[in-house]
């Protein structure tokens, strides 16, 4: 009985094992040679590879960079020398305003009308000081008159001396009152010159123009607000012909501006063009925090296309030098920094640290790493990454 157990098994491990179908070879591949622990950073693609086609390879060469650039990011301002921050020049309520938010207005244009009861009081006080020295003029004639007609009775002794001398001194006290007359009308006439109004006439509305060109950039008042706060701004208004850019220079590059240069700037609103700006100041203090330095860059905004709050990089430099360099395309990044795959062979390829300069048209300065005439994959080096 045992026995033909043992047969009947054999049997069916025989038919197990016989039914099993031989292994399928795999089909050949194109992908590329393992690495070997030797070198890592070698990747081989066989002859054929359709990734081949898709990989071109460059020289490195060189070309003229900038030597001791400074290069520090910032934004557009407006030229603080040329900001008026409008305010009421005296309490009153104000009866309109001539302007909306985002007009353009020349110089002595008017902005506001307000109605005053401190101006209507200001034009009384210069009538009344006009006629205070009206008076006093009056007065000094008189006078004058009285010395005359007393010198004149005294040459013919028909009065004493006393009344000479008392009329000499009634004459400067008239002349004395005459100057603070004067001195009031004037500054009376002063203040309505100031203000824009004119004595001759009794009810007049206050009217506020504006000190140069420029854009009206923000208003807070409406018509009808009577406002007794002569130290809040009533409405901004900005000339926009010139404007700043105002960069964090490092510290250690500070040294390479000097006030009166003319640096290069470029706008992230216009990609790929370069304006031309004048140092106009330098900070005198060091940012804690940052440790960089304000730089201030006035730049020629006639046309009207820089605006404030754009963003903007200065670039100086004294003098350039040669580099090695390579297209940007070339240059991958990884845990280490950046890299290259440099064509060995036809179908090899090696990964190569590099340390990086400046970018400048389309072109990244080359410090370390490679050499004049390695061939570096300047596209589809993203195909080798992916291996």
């Not at 010139?242 to 500070?254: G, L, Q, R």
């Not at 000097?258 to 609103?269: D, F, K, R, T």
């Not at 940007?328 to 300069?357: M, N």
Request: with cysteine; aromatic share 4%.
């Amino acid at each position: 009985m045992k026995r033909a157990i043992t047969t009947w098994a054999i049997v069916f491990l025989f038919l197990v094992t016989g039914c099993d179908p031989a292994p399928e070879k795999a089909p050949p591949s194109s992908a590329p040679v393992p690495q070997s622990g030797s070198n890592p950073g070698r990747i081989v693609l066989p002859p054929g590879s359709p990734k081949l086609d898709r990989i071109r390879v460059a020289p490195v060469r060189t070309a003229q960079f900038p030597c001791e650039e400074v290069s520090a990011p910032g934004k557009v301002e407006a030229n603080p020398n040329r900001i008026s921050r409008v305010l009421m020049p005296m309490t009153g309520r104000v009866r309109r305003v001539h302007v909306r938010l985002g007009d353009t207005v020349q110089e002595g244009q008017t902005l506001l009308s307000i109605d005053s009861p401190e101006a209507s009081a200001a034009i009384t006080s210069c009538r009344q000081a006009q006629s205070q020295l009206r008076q006093a003029q009056s007065a000094l004639g008189k006078a004058e008159a009285e010395l005359a007609r007393a010198r004149d009775l005294y040459e013919h002794r028909a009065t004493a001396l006393k009344e000479v001398q008392q009329a000499q001194n009634e004459l400067a006290q008239s002349q004395g009152a005459l100057e603070q007359a004067q001195a009031a009308c004037d500054s009376a006439l002063h203040r309505l010159a100031v203000l824009g109004l004119k004595p001759e006439q009794a009810a007049q509305d206050l009217l506020v123009r504006s000190p140069f060109s420029g854009k009206v950039l923000e208003i807070a008042v409406v018509a009808g607000e009577y406002r007794t706060d002569t130290s809040t701004p009533l409405m901004t208004v900005v000339d926009l012909g010139s404007v700043w850019v105002v960069a964090d220079v490092p510290e250690s590059s500070i040294r390479l501006i000097e006030i009166g240069e003319e640096v290069q700037v470029e706008l992230s609103a216009y990609p790929g063009e370069t304006f031309r700006g004048r140092v106009m100041r330098i900070a005198d203090t060091v940012d804690p925090q940052t440790r960089t330095i304000k730089v201030q860059t006035e730049l020629d905004n006639r046309d009207g296309r820089l605006r404030p709050e754009m963003f903007a990089r200065i670039r100086h430099s004294h003098g350039s030098c040669s580099m090695r360099v390579v297209p940007a395309s070339a240059i991958l990044h990884g845990d280490t920094g950046a890299f290259v795959f440099v064509e060995k062979a036809k179908g090899e390829f090696g990964q190569v640290q590099i340390r990086v300069g400046e970018t400048r048209g389309g072109l990244v300065a080359i410090s370390s790493g490679l050499e004049v005439g390695d061939r570096v994959v300047v596209e589809g080096a993203i195909l080798l990454r992916s291996q």
